[in-house]
């Protein structure tokens, strides 16, 4: 059974960076085969995606986060990754990363990587 586990998160003050990553543990499941994602969820709100990165490369990204935020897949470690500029205190969220086929996602939610953005 493939697990998802993110990393990376943690607590850093606006205008700070993170880079997050997203390796799957379990059995083999190739990220480069698959559309992968980005998510976050604030307590309270609907989880929201966050930046894509299709099987054929096509990366979108929601809103502005495009001029701060880069998704990016590590083949050769079969891993995503976020890295995450300038950050703000809005962008504080659970992120989560997935894998979807044609919007559905494949697998159910782990646990996140909590990010904190506060002075």
């Known amino acids: 059974q493939v697990q998802l586990v993110e990393s990376g998160g943690g607590l850093v003050q606006p205008g700070g960076s993170l880079r997050l990553s997203c390796a799957a543990s379990?059995?083999?499941?190739?990220?480069?085969?698959?559309?992968m994602g980005w998510y976050r969820q604030v307590a309270g709100k609907e989880r929201e995606l966050v930046a894509r990165i299709s099987r054929g490369g096509t990366i979108t990204y929601a809103g502005s986060l495009k001029n701060r935020f880069t998704i990016s897949r590590d083949n050769a470690k079969n891993t995503v990754h976020l890295q995450m500029n300038s950050l703000r205190p809005e962008d504080t969220a659970v992120y989560y990363c997935?894998?979807?086929?044609?919007?559905?996602?494949?697998?159910?939610w782990g646990q996140g990587t909590q990010v904190t953005v506060s002075s």
């Open positions: 379990g059995s083999k499941f190739s990220m480069y085969a698959n559309a």
């Open positions: 997935n894998a979807d086929r044609g919007g559905t996602m494949i697998f159910h």
